[in-house]
């Protein structure tokens, strides 16, 4: 299975995620997007597209072209993994809105499930400062008070929350300048470092299930005849 991975930085992976599709036999053609090019879509049999410091409503060119190639991606057959900035992609592409909290949501949170096969209540580290407004064919698998946590729509995944991070990634994101969105939304960066390194062995585990469910959710909706 060849996989796309879509990174936005260069200090993110697909960690946890990564590893679940590995463990299925995929092999990844990794990018790093703006800063080089995106993958062409021929013999990708799933995509994975991670988060970014940037907001998908931001004016950027490359932004706009990441919708397409998405869109592309969907009229091809090739079912997305969005992670937080992913998953928000997604519910442009298909229609939803996106739009700013009065509050970055930033923690470990449990969330509620429509179905914990495909989407486990976690707990999950929630990363984020927007929120999906899914589309309307988009069908809700998780929510909690503050924002949608996951939805699918044709043969993608969309989720909130960062299933993909352990502690080192955590700490990267810490040390390259996210110590005050931590702070500001009233969470102590160590105490949060330490529970994610707590976490990390369940958190690979959830992962894994999310992955399963992914793929079911890509095999149960059969791709557009060619």
């Known amino acids: 299975m060849r996989v796309a991975v879509i990174r936005h930085d260069d200090v993110d992976s697909a960690g946890f995620v990564g590893e679940a599709f590995e463990a299925r036999g995929a092999e990844f053609d990794v990018r790093v997007f703006p800063g080089g090019s995106l993958p062409a879509l021929d013999g990708v049999e799933h995509a994975i597209v991670l988060g970014s410091y940037s907001s998908v409503n931001d004016d950027d060119a490359w932004i706009a072209e990441e919708l397409d190639w998405l869109r592309r991606a969907d009229a091809a057959g090739v079912p997305v993994l969005g992670v937080c900035f992913g998953g928000q992609a997604l519910c442009a592409v298909f229609g939803g809105r996106v739009e700013k909290m009065d509050r970055e949501e930033i923690g470990w949170a449990v969330i509620d499930t429509s179905d914990a096969d495909l989407v486990p209540a976690g707990p999950w580290l929630e990363f984020h400062g927007d929120r999906c407004l899914p589309p309307p064919a988009a069908r809700v698998l998780a929510r909690n008070e503050i ?20 502690g080192a990634q955590l700490k990267r994101w810490l040390d390259g300048g996210d110590l005050g969105h931590v702070r500001s939304a009233g969470v102590d960066p160590d105490q949060l470092l330490a529970r994610t390194i707590r976490e990390e062995a369940a958190a690979r585990e959830r992962a894994d299930r999310l992955v399963a469910g992914a793929l079911r959710i890509a095999a149960a909706s059969p791709p557009p005849r060619t």
Not at 147 to 166: I, K, M, T, W, Y
Request: proline share 5%; hydrophobic share 45%.
């Open 147 to 166: 924002a949608v946590q996951a939805f699918s729509v044709g043969r993608h995944l969309a989720v909130q929350f960062h299933p993909e991070c352990d």
